[in-house]
């Protein structure tokens, strides 16, 4: 399925593994999901990366651990909506305490950070037109910005983005019952006009819940577009409780974007048309999806919210050229490169040397950055990227209506040229943790990872075997595959563990992952759980947990048991060896810098989501058994953000790990 940048894009969150299930592997014993309680519609919620549990008003924190940042096993207790405002909301108070904290602690670095652009650059292209820079091929090129000497490693960007005028007369709701992609409304946009307006309400039609069944109510509008144009779908509740999400299909019920929350408005879709064709938009309430586009019935209910989640919206549609500013910058490997817009633009991306999409973003998630991170904070949209390469790279605005501010920054990372080098302390021994970090309440004691081993089939006699498999698990995973990409050849990295060496917590550019404890002792409902997300490893002392209760559960307890996979044929130590050492790496790939990746896409990743696609995350091969021939070797590498944490593009993530541990 082709994504655009607003696919899944307000729900924009995180770093837990929560996706649905992958492709590459299928569990065959137990019943591994969590998610067998769930109606049709709420699972189509969720594979389409939207929550199905009660939103925290806005700004508020909600229930649960960041899943940005944790490994969660049940999807569907996430408010992915919820957590995209939060962030969004923090992001100001995040950036002002990262500030004060880089100053005590970095001042060089600080006052870079600080530094108001040297370079303002003003757009060459014609105020009210466009096409002269809308893409990576005729980007305007700032030849003055870079890390180098005499170089300016931090400027401004000033222009407009100025879209072709659609007009959008109002045109009358149609008629109920239209909850379905055969029962649709004509909007006649794309035959007898370029844009509409339509005043509906949500709830009036033979499914509504004051009304009707209480399935839930659907509004489907047909839409002809096409090639090369841009569909812009949104919509607005001035007034009632309704909170709308829409999607749009193509003509055989293909979801090709979807939108819940958007910057000033309740929804907003912006999709680029690149094959011509009838595309159906529905409209809904947050909570309320249907689970079959061609069955209006196909609703599952909203549950008790008071009042319903019904009412008035006004839907604008639009069918038109949209402009698009793209601007050449040269980066050298290992630059890691950080930008944010304000103004009228809501999508900002970079593009590598191929030029190919590398972080696409309409949010701003900085919070998740550590306090020693200078990267920038604000405005409507934040994109961070570590280039791999030598050369131009391009800095893109979109989907918006005039002026923007776009700044544009570039790091060296700071273990260049430091000393000591990066070490990963690997602790088996159960520990005493201030779980706050993660949302937790305090200092926890945390139960020793032998305590868990019988638990797998295992006994105490294989604990120094299984930790040293466990050892060579995550050093072939996150060293030996770094130094064999040869993109950096001053890469450096040290991994200890508690069986093997004293214990370096504490020392300069020591970060730790804890292997053990449960989510009682912790207070942190998730499997896995890093500190942050750091693009540039800045912060060289970090935490991460990889709790075991839930990854020994009972077999068919959930997909995020070992022992879901585990047979009479399968190497029991070797598979719980290598599952585990992949769930070390994912979580140090975390706190060096990696977002999470699609486990629905081809490729296997060591970033990739979990959720019931776990088993792709264990290395389970094709026939769903864990430790047995088939098994998968994964690795960090080259796969697609996932949707349901807001950023599109390709994510290389051994590319943007590799530069941070440096020496």
Do not use: C
């Amino acid at each position: 399925m082709r994504r655009s940048f607003a696919t899944i894009s307000a729900v924009m969150l995180g770093l837990a593994l929560m996706t649905p299930g992958a492709a590459h592997a299928a569990p065959t014993a137990g019943t591994p999901t969590k998610d067998g309680g769930l109606s049709p519609a709420d699972k189509a919620a969720l594979d389409a990366g939207l929550g199905v549990v009660p939103k925290a008003p806005y700004g508020t924190k909600p229930k649960g651990p960041n899943p940005f940042l944790a490994e969660v096993a049940d999807r569907s207790k996430v408010d992915y909506a919820g957590w995209a405002n939060y962030l969004k909301a923090q992001s100001a108070t995040k950036a002002a305490q990262r500030a004060k904290s880089l100053a005590a602690t970095n001042p060089s670095l600080a006052a870079k950070a600080a530094a108001a652009p040297a370079v303002v650059v003003d757009e060459d292209e014609i105020d009210g037109t466009s096409g002269a820079n809308d893409s990576p091929v005729n980007a305007q090129r700032i030849s003055v910005f870079g890390t180098g000497s005499g170089q300016y490693s931090k400027i401004r960007v000033l222009g407009s983005l100025d879209n072709e005028t659609v007009s959008t007369p109002s045109v009358p709701a149609p008629a109920e019952d239209n909850g379905s992609i055969p029962l649709a409304g004509d909007s006649g946009v794309g035959t007898i006009r370029s844009g509409a307006s339509i005043d509906a309400v949500i709830g009036d039609g033979p499914h509504g819940r004051q009304t009707g069944d209480g399935s839930n109510d659907f509004d489907y509008y047909k839409i002809v577009a096409p090639a090369g144009k841009t569909l812009k779908l949104t919509t607005s509740t001035p007034t009632g409780p309704l909170d709308t999400v829409i999607e749009l299909f193509a003509a055989d019920g293909t979801l090709v974007a979807v939108n819940d929350d958007s910057i000033g408005l309740d929804s907003q879709i912006t999709y680029e048309v690149t094959t011509a064709g009838t595309y159906y938009l529905a409209v809904a309430a947050y909570g309320g999806l249907p689970a079959d586009p061609f069955d209006s019935a196909s609703g599952g209910g909203i549950g008790d919210t008071t009042p319903p989640s019904e009412g008035p919206y006004t839907l604008t549609l639009t069918s038109g050229g949209i402009d698009k500013d793209f601007f050449a910058i040269k980066l050298k490997p290992g630059d890691v490169l950080g930008s944010f817009v304000k103004g009228s633009p809501t999508y900002l991306t970079v593009y590598d040397t191929v030029p190919r999409e590398v972080h696409g973003s309409d949010q701003d998630a900085s919070s998740i950055y550590p306090m020693a991170s200078p990267l920038p904070a604000g405005g409507n949209a934040v994109t961070d990227y570590v280039a791999t390469k030598a050369g131009w790279h391009y800095v893109g605005v979109q989907a918006g209506s005039g002026a923007y501010d776009l700044t544009v920054e570039a790091y060296r990372p700071v273990l260049q040229g430091a000393t000591p080098n990066q070490t990963l302390y690997l602790d088996f021994d159960g520990e005493r943790v201030n779980t706050g970090v993660f949302g937790g309440s305090g200092n926890r004691d945390l139960s020793p990872f032998a305590a868990f081993i019988a638990s797998w089939g295992l006994t105490r006699a294989d604990e120094d075997a299984l930790i040293d498999a466990v050892t060579a698990g995550v050093t072939e995973n996150i060293k030996k595959d770094l130094v064999a990409s040869g993109l950096n050849p001053k890469f450096k990295l040290k991994i200890k563990n508690s069986k093997d060496d004293d214990d370096p917590w504490g020392d300069a550019n020591v970060s730790r992952i804890i292997v053990g404890g449960t989510i009682d002792e912790s207070g942190v409902d998730t499997i896995g759980i890093a500190q942050s997300i750091d693009p540039g490893n800045f912060e060289t002392e970090e935490t991460a947990l990889v709790l075991l209760d839930v990854l020994s559960a009972p077999a068919g307890d959930s997909a995020a048991s070992l022992n879901t996979y585990l047979t009479p044929q399968s190497d029991r130590l070797k598979f719980v060896a290598q599952a585990l050492s992949n769930v070390i790496a994912h979580e140090a790939g975390h706190f060096f810098g990696d977002y999470h990746t699609d486990n629905a896409d081809a490729q296997p990743n060591l970033m990739d989501a979990g959720g019931t696609g776990f088993a792709t995350l264990f290395g389970v091969g094709p026939d769903g058994v864990g430790g047995t021939a088939d098994d998968l070797d994964v690795d960090f590498g080259d796969s697609q953000f996932i949707p349901s944490e807001g950023f599109t593009g390709t994510e290389d993530t051994l590319g943007r790990i590799v530069f941070g541990i440096t020496s």
